[in-house]
């Protein structure tokens, strides 16, 4: 596995309450990326960082913000936490923006919002 | 939006066995990328086919890519349990990398 780890691993929270999700890495990879992954939908992408603190909108961007203030660490946070934000999210990184280019996964973090 | 549809949504199979998964898309294309995700885990780069690419192999995958049809076809050849996992297919428009992936097959080998 690509140097990726998500921390918590696992998380329940209540409707309401914000949570910030971790993703760092050992690679020294500019692109990051969340993703959040339920069933039926395949992975979303949630947001994108193209540099340390050059962040962008994916295709499920609401109720959620990023933040990247060191290369190696990208975080996710969801402001207000509602059940439909019950999901398991992945973060990935890739080394260039080349079309082409492979995305390394992280393993995952499963979040319940109760 | 969802880009790739994989089809099947489950297959089954007996180890020793040929797999097939196919993958339709809506628009054109710079490259289509298969992943593979076992349980409880991340997504495995697995291959990518570009846009100008008809076949492509790497060890027992072989991928297709109809550009007219807009769709791929993932086959992995002699089965095996470790097999055993969900794949996805990925594609990729151009511009700034942002993958759109499909909603995956799962497939169970069965030794």
């Known amino acids: 596995d690509a140097g990726i780890t998500q921390s918590p691993r696992h998380k329940v929270t209540e409707t309401g309450t914000p949570v910030t999700l971790r993703c760092h890495q050992t690679?020294?990879?500019?692109?990051m990326y969340w993703y959040r992954q339920d069933p039926g939908h395949g992975l979303r992408l949630i947001h994108y960082?193209?540099?340390?603190?050059?962040?962008d909108k994916g295709e499920v961007s609401d109720g959620y913000s990023v933040s990247r203030s060191k290369t190696e660490d990208f975080l996710l946070t969801l402001e207000s936490a509602t059940s439909s934000q019950t999901s398991v999210y992945f973060c990935?990184?890739?080394?260039?923006?080349?079309?082409?280019?492979?995305?390394?996964f992280g393993p995952g973090t499963r979040l319940l919002v109760l | 939006s969802q880009q790739g549809e994989e089809d099947p949504q489950a297959l089954s199979i007996q180890e020793g066995e040929n797999a097939t998964m196919n993958c339709s898309y809506k628009?054109?294309?710079?490259?289509l990328q298969w992943y593979r995700q076992n349980s409880g885990r991340g997504l495995v780069h697995l291959i990518l086919?570009?846009?100008?690419?008809r076949e492509k192999h790497s060890g027992r995958l072989r991928v297709t890519l109809d550009t007219s049809k807009k769709s791929s076809s993932l086959l992995i050849t002699a089965s095996r349990a470790a097999d055993t996992a969900s794949y996805f297919c990925?594609?990729?428009?151009?511009?700034?990398?942002?993958?759109?992936f499909g909603t995956g097959t799962r497939l169970l080998v069965s030794p």
């Open positions: 690679e020294n990879h500019r692109y």
């Open positions: 990925a594609t990729d428009r151009g511009g700034f990398q942002k993958l759109v």
């Open positions: 960082s193209y540099g340390v603190k050059d962040t």
């Open positions: 990935a990184i890739s080394e260039s923006r080349d079309s082409g280019e492979t995305q390394y």
């Open positions: 628009t054109s294309i710079n490259n």
């Open positions: 086919i570009r846009s100008n690419e």
